[in-house]
C-alpha cells in the first residue's frame, strides 16, 4: 500500500498540473483566441439563437466535436461557461493524455509527463481551433488505452475502439489521421521490439489496427460532404519552418515561449546523453513519424489552413510521455516541484494577458448597443495604427455582435463542407467562402474595394473579392486601430462611435453599380 502511494504522486501532480493550465479560462469572459468569437456566435445558434441570416445544416462533417457538445452542455449552464467547460475537458485530455500513455508504456505514473503538461499551450489552442485540440487530446486518451489492452483485445475492446475512433473522426479528420499514426507506428515498434522479430503476427496486427479505422475511412469516402477548396495542397516549407517550431509551446497567442523550450530541449538532449532519460523502445517509430510529420506536413490541405500548426505539439507530448526518467527520487521531487512552478508562471502570464484582451471585448461587446440591429457589420484594420502589436485577437471580434445584436458579418465560419452554419445564397457572394479569404481587409484597400478595383492589388483579387463595392452590401463597418496615428477613410464612412480601440463607422450607401 505505501509503495503504491510512493508512485501515485506524479499522477496528483499531473491532476494539479492540469487543473493550473485550466484556470485561466475562468479568470475571462472570453479568452483572446482569435477563432473564439466566431465559434461562440455558432454555438449562440446551434443553441437556438434567432438570426436573419444564418441557417443550420447538418451534414457528416468531420469537425463537430464543439458544435456537438456545447450546446447540448448549454441546456444546462450558460454558453460562455459551456464553453468554457469544453475547452477545460480538452486541456485536461493534453494533460493526462500523457501520463495515461507513460503509465500504459511502464506500469507506474513517472515525472517526464508534467514536461508534457508544458505543450498544452500550443499554436492550437491559442488560436482556437477547438475541435481539433478536443479531439486531438482525446485521442491521447485513446491511444493510451490501445497500449494499456495490447495483450487482451477481443471482439469487445476492438468494438469500443471503432466506437471511439468514429467519434474523433466526427470531432476532428485531422485528429483520427494523427490517432491512425500512434496506432499503426506503435504496432509496428511492438513487431520489431520482439527478439526474435514474429513477422507471423504482422496480419493479425495488421488487422486489428485497420478494423478500428473502417468506419471513419467509410465516413471519410462516402459521406464527406463537398467543401470549398477541399483539393487545395500547399506546402511553403521555407515559409512555415519557424511556424513549426513556435507552435510546440507558446506563452499566449504569437507569443512563442522560445526560452522555456529551449530549457526542455537541453534538459532532453543532456538526459538523453547522461542516460538520464530512456526513451519506450516499442515509441521510437511512433516518434520518428511524428517527427517527420511535423517537419513536412503541408500549411493548406482540404480546404484547411494550418494545417503544419497540427503535429509539432504532438510530436513534443509523445516525446516525454515516451520518456523515462533515471534519477535518485529526490531529484524526481525537485523537478516535479520545479515544473509546477514554471506551469504556474505560464497559467498567470496567459491569464495577465487574456485579460487586457478581455477588457477590450467587454468595451466592445457593451458598445454594440449602437450596431443597427441585424446590420450586416465589416470588419476593418487600420494596419498603419495597429503598427507591429498582433491584429489575430480582432478578426472575429465583430461575430460577438452576431449574439447580441443579430448582425451578420461576411468572416463568420460558414464555409460549406467545413461548418454547419450555412448563408442563404443571396448572401454567399458577399461572405468569406474559404480559409484564404478569412482575414479583414486594410484601411488602405477600402478606396479600391469601394470602387470594385482591383489595382494590382492581389490581395483584393485573391482575399477580398466577396467585399467589392461593399458599401453596397454592408450598413456599418469596424474599423480596429488601437492606439497609432488612424489613417484617413473613404469619405462613404461617418462616424458613429469611438471607442478606445476601435471606431463604429456607418457606411453611405453610394457609387453602386448599376444592375
Known amino acids: 500500500m505505501g509503495t503504491d502511494r510512493k508512485h501515485a504522486w506524479p499522477l496528483a501532480a499531473s491532476v494539479m498540473a492540469a487543473a493550473i493550465l485550466i484556470a485561466p479560462l475562468w479568470c475571462v469572459a472570453s479568452p483572446a483566441m482569435p477563432d473564439y468569437p466566431a465559434h461562440l456566435a455558432t454555438f449562440h445558434l446551434l443553441a437556438g439563437g434567432a438570426s436573419h441570416y444564418y441557417r443550420i445544416h447538418w451534414a457528416f462533417i468531420p469537425n463537430l466535436a464543439a458544435e456537438i457538445a456545447v450546446p447540448a452542455l448549454a441546456r444546462f449552464v450558460a454558453l460562455g461557461a459551456a464553453t468554457k467547460l469544453f475547452l477545460s475537458a480538452a486541456v485536461a ?77 466526427f470531432c476532428h479528420v485531422f485528429a483520427a489521421f494523427a490517432l491512425l499514426m500512434m496506432i499503426g507506428c506503435f504496432e509496428l515498434g511492438v513487431l520489431m521490439a520482439q527478439r526474435p522479430v514474429a513477422f507471423r503476427n ?30 487545395h495542397l500547399e506546402f511553403n516549407f521555407a515559409a512555415s519552418a519557424m511556424d513549426r517550431v513556435e507552435a510546440m509551446l507558446q506563452w499566449n497567442y504569437d507569443n512563442p515561449a522560445f526560452s522555456l523550450l529551449a530549457v526542455i530541449a537541453a534538459f532532453l538532449l543532456i538526459g538523453l546523453w547522461r542516460r538520464w532519460i530512456v526513451l519506450h523502445r516499442k515509441m521510437i517509430f511512433v516518434l520518428i513519424a511524428f517527427a517527420l510529420g511535423a517537419a513536412l506536413a503541408p500549411e493548406w490541405a482540404m480546404g484547411g489552413w494550418g494545417v503544419d500548426l497540427r503535429l509539432p505539439a504532438i510530436l513534443c507530448v509523445l516525446v516525454f510521455a515516451a520518456a523515462d526518467l533515471q534519477v535518485p527520487p529526490l531529484y524526481a521531487k525537485l523537478l516535479a516541484v520545479v515544473c509546477m512552478g514554471t506551469l504556474i508562471y505560464c497559467a498567470a502570464t496567459l491569464a495577465g494577458n487574456w485579460r487586457y484582451y478581455d477588457r477590450q471585448y467587454s468595451e ?135 471607442g478606445s480601440f476601435f471606431s463604429l463607422y456607418d457606411i453611405q450607401r453610394t457609387g453602386c453599380p448599376k444592375q
Open 364 to 498: 466592445f461587446r457593451a458598445a454594440s448597443q449602437s450596431i443597427v440591429p441585424n446590420a450586416k457589420l465589416l470588419t476593418v484594420l487600420d494596419g498603419d495604427s495597429i503598427g507591429k502589436a498582433s491584429d489575430q485577437p480582432y478578426w472575429h471580434m465583430a461575430e460577438f455582435a452576431i449574439i447580441d445584436r443579430g448582425a451578420f458579418t461576411p468572416l463568420m465560419f460558414t464555409t460549406r463542407g467545413q461548418h454547419v452554419v450555412r448563408l442563404p445564397r443571396a448572401l454567399q457572394a458577399i461572405a468569406a467562402s474559404s480559409a484564404q479569404e478569412g482575414s479583414p481587409p486594410d484601411t488602405s484597400e477600402l478606396n479600391d474595394l469601394a470602387a470594385g478595383s482591383i489595382d494590382g492589388d492581389i490581395d483584393i483579387a485573391e482575399v477580398f473579392p466577396y467585399l467589392m463595392y461593399y458599401q453596397c452590401h454592408f450598413d456599418q463597418a469596424v474599423i480596429i486601430h488601437l492606439n497609432g496615428n488612424r489613417s484617413p477613410l473613404p469619405n462613404i464612412l461617418h462616424l458613429r462611435l469611438a
Open 93 to 169: 485530455m493534453w494533460v493526462m493524455g500523457p501520463a495515461l500513455i507513460h503509465r500504459a508504456l511502464y506500469g507506474r505514473f513517472g515525472v517526464a509527463p508534467l514536461i508534457a503538461a508544458f505543450f498544452a499551450y500550443n499554436a492550437n489552442f491559442m488560436w482556437g481551433f477547438l475541435n481539433y485540440y478536443f479531439a486531438a487530446g482525446l485521442a491521447l486518451l485513446v491511444f493510451a488505452a490501445w497500449i494499456a489492452t495490447e495483450n487482451r483485445r477481443g471482439v469487445f475492446s476492438l468494438a469500443g475502439f471503432m466506437l471511439a475512433v468514429t467519434i474523433i473522426y
Open 202 to 231: 504482422v496480419p493479425r496486427q495488421l488487422l486489428s489496427t485497420a478494423i478500428i479505422f473502417i468506419p471513419c475511412a467509410f465516413a471519410f469516402v462516402f459521406l464527406k460532404p463537398h467543401g470549398a477548396d477541399s483539393g
